[in-house]
């Protein structure tokens, strides 16, 4: 299972594991983002515990529907 895992991150960091890294890259750069405008947003009124819960699951949540038509290489 970790040999699986590394050889992904292998052809992820070569920009080898996506048919369009570019793409791979601006998908998830809206995920961290959207992370980053949730975590802003929460924190405003809630601990930061909060705050860092309500980012995380923003971008957790984005994900599978942000990666969805992503094709692999």
């Known amino acids: 299972m970790f040999g699986m895992v590394m050889d992904s991150a292998k052809l992820f960091l070569a920009g080898k594991l996506f048919q369009e890294p570019g793409k ?10 959207a992370g980053l405008i949730a975590v ?3 924190g405003q009124f809630a601990p930061l515990w909060a705050a860092t819960a309500a980012g995380g699951a923003v971008s957790g949540l984005l994900q599978p529907y942000l990666f969805k038509d992503l094709k692999y290489a």
């Open 24 to 33: 791979a890259m601006q998908q998830l750069a809206i995920g961290v983002g």
């Open 40 to 42: 802003w947003a929460v």
